[in-house]
């Protein structure tokens, strides 16, 4: 016998964002964390005027130790329904049959967590369990957004938006103090400093002296002058000025389409907020209204489809196209009307074809 397609076999149900499996862009974005990290922390920061260093290690530590904690914290938090996170793990997953119910939660009872929840909790099919006033399964997360764990996703999204802004900023900075004040401006005078203390030559000569047998050494030094070329380096080593303009580059690049997503989603549950949605919620009210308008075409399909049914079933008999009757009086024969509004198409076809049997019949008699 073959498998019952009503019955669904549950899986467990996932604790939060570290459960398994994991999810590919859960690894994405902590990739980008530690990437922007690096860049800011050992290639932008150095490079940057003595005085301005400080704030930039400072403000930005600030926002990446928030962001980090926040991140971490809406990631390991369980947002499921009170009640389900009391019943965990006393009973196995349960055996969903459709035939029985024609949705997972109905009057506030879920028949997979077989439990009670509350009006708001809806039943994620990723985690498999209830999660309290949900919004949404975030992938970026691996973890169910509700509302034990909202605050801290937009919390997520605020301060990695405010820390990719500051990072774009002191590349474009960079990258066009290369060209502006490359001769001798400050912005970029680290890399220059940093050339000098390694092109700095030390000159040793040395002498026997007779009486003593010492050798007396002199150290002279040639220091390069303010004008000299700058010399990049990435991880202190150094490199070619294309490589190190190539490095800001990738960087702003990712970070302005890392603001774009972030702005946009950011943006996006402020919207849903202000209005009293829930993500879950205007998705629901987007495909009621796509049900709505797909209901209309197809009533109107119909309806367009009848007439030209009656058209095809008439010309066939009579030769000629008829207009639908919508005579009161003459119910069976056609009354010259353009619109016919008060009959239905079913009926339409109906009297026009009869009427039109009836017509044939008399002339024959």
Same mark, same amino acid.
Request: with cysteine.
């Given at each position: 016998m073959g498998a019952d397609t009503n019955v669904e076999v549950q899986q467990p149900s996932r604790e939060n964002g570290w459960s398994c499996p994991p999810h590919p862009l859960q690894f994405v974005?902590?990739?980008f964390i530690i990437f922007f990290g690096v860049i800011h922390f050992v290639i932008l920061v150095p490079g940057l005027p003595v005085e301005w260093q400080t704030a930039g290690y400072v403000v930005q530590g600030i926002l990446f130790l928030a962001h980090f904690i926040v991140h971490l914290m809406a990631c390991t938090i369980n947002p499921a329904d009170v009640n389900v996170i009391k019943k965990a793990g006393k009973t196995p997953a349960a055996i969903f049959d459709r035939t029985l119910h024609a949705h997972v939660i109905e009057n506030d009872h879920c028949y997979i967590c077989e439990v009670e929840v509350g009006p708001k909790s809806k039943h994620c099919s990723a985690c498999n369990k209830c999660v309290s006033d949900f919004d949404h399964h975030c992938k970026w997360l691996n973890? %169910? &957004?509700?509302?034990?764990? @909202?605050?801290?996703? +937009?919390?997520?999204? &605020?301060? !990695?938006?405010?820390? $990719?802004?500051?990072?774009?900023?002191? %590349? +474009?900075?960079?990258?066009?103090? @290369?060209y502006t004040d490359k001769s001798d401006g400050h912005i970029l005078q680290q890399y220059r400093d @940093?050339? /000098?203390? *390694?092109? *700095? /030559?030390?000159?040793?000569t040395g002498y026997s002296n007779s009486t003593t047998d010492t050798t007396v050494s002199t150290v002279s030094t040639a220091t390069v002058p303010y004008e000299t070329p700058l010399l990049f380096h990435i991880f @202190? !080593?150094?490199?070619?000025d294309e490589a190190w303009? !190539? &490095?800001?580059?990738?960087? !702003? &690049?990712?970070a302005l389409i890392t603001i774009i997503l972030l702005g946009h989603l950011l943006g996006f549950h402020i919207y849903l907020r202000c209005n009293g949605l829930t993500f879950y919620?205007?998705? =629901?009210?987007?495909?009621?209204?796509? =049900?709505?308008?797909?209901?209309?075409?197809? =009533?109107?399909e119909v309806i367009e489809l009848g007439h030209v049914g009656v058209a095809s079933q008439s010309s066939v008999e009579n030769?000629? +196209?008829? +207009?639908? $009757?919508?005579?009161?009086?003459k119910p069976y024969q056609c009354c010259g009307s353009v619109k016919c509004a008060k009959i239905s198409v079913p009926t339409i076809t109906l009297s026009c074809s009869v009427k039109r049997q009836n017509v044939r019949q008399e002339n024959e008699k």
């Open positions: 974005a902590w990739g973890n %169910c &957004v509700g509302g034990r764990n @909202y605050k801290l996703f +937009i919390l997520t999204l &605020v301060t !990695a938006l405010v820390g $990719c802004l500051l990072i774009l900023t002191l %590349c +474009i900075l960079q990258f066009v103090a @290369y @940093y050339l /000098s203390s *390694t092109t *700095t /030559s030390v000159l040793t @202190y !080593a150094s490199v070619p303009l !190539a &490095v800001l580059g990738i960087t !702003a &690049v990712l919620e205007h998705i =629901q009210k987007t495909r009621s209204k796509k =049900q709505e308008s797909s209901n209309d075409e197809s =009533q109107d030769g000629e +196209i008829p +207009i639908p $009757c919508s005579s009161e009086e």
